[in-house]
């Protein structure tokens, strides 16, 4: 299976530097990040893709939106594709980080969820999609999602893509490795 992660285009709370997992809270593109989701078209035209999956955040629904006025393809919003659920809702990211540093792959923290945790949700997605006929499909979510489809497809442990960097409007190519 193939599939094309874009990590939504910068947003308002990534100049912020602040966590945002809530969909109901407007968390919008910046202008850079609205020229971002523009200028991925092009790339992603030269991929056969047959559908869009998009996180319900607005940021990751917006990047989708714009790319997709080029695209002209189904745009699915999948709930397992939202931003993992750090407990830090609003805060500084700096603040979450801190609150994980003494386990940051299973601590649990303000009621949210661990990065295993977080891995087996979005992993699941991606074991129900790869069963289903369409063949390249593009994901439109957040790092540390597009973490979780590095992991996925190269079959590397949720340690194994700590930290690993994503940029924004970005199309990174992931094939599942057998």
Same mark, same amino acid.
């Given at each position: 299976?193939?599939? &094309?992660?874009?990590? %939504?285009?910068?947003?308002? #709370? $990534?100049?912020?530097?602040l966590? $945002? ?14 020229q971002?989701?523009?200028s991925?078209?092009a790339q ?7 559908? &869009?999956?998009?996180?319900p955040?607005p ?8 790319? $997709? ?7 699915? &919003? ?17 603040? #979450?980080?801190a ?7 299973h601590?649990?923290? $303000?009621g ?5 945790? #977080? ?5 699941g997605?991606?074991?129900v ?12 979510? %957040? ?8 992991a ?7 340690k194994?893509?700590?930290g690993?960097?994503f ?12």
């Amino acid at each position: 299976m193939r599939f &094309i992660g874009l990590r %939504h285009g910068q947003s308002t #709370y $990534n100049l912020q530097y602040l966590c $945002n997992d809530d969909p109901a809270r407007n968390v919008c593109l910046t202008e850079l990040g609205v020229q971002q989701a523009q200028s991925a078209v092009a790339q992603l035209q030269a991929h056969a893709l047959t559908a &869009i999956y998009c996180s319900p955040l607005p940021r990751a629904l917006q990047t989708a939106e714009i790319v $997709n006025a080029g695209l002209k393809l189904p745009l699915h &919003i999948e709930p397992a594709l939202a931003d993992i659920r750090s407990g830090f809702e609003g805060q500084p990211v700096a603040d #979450y980080m801190a609150a994980i540093a003494h386990d940051p792959l299973h601590a649990r923290v $303000n009621g949210g969820e661990s990065i295993a945790d #977080y891995h087996q949700r979005v992993a699941g997605f991606l074991d129900v999609l790869a069963g289903r006929s369409e063949e390249d499909v593009l994901l439109v979510a %957040h790092e540390e999602t597009l973490r979780v489809f590095r992991a996925w497809a190269e079959r590397l442990t949720a340690k194994a893509v700590i930290g690993l960097p994503f940029e924004n409007c970005v199309p990174y190519d992931f094939c599942r490795i057998l």
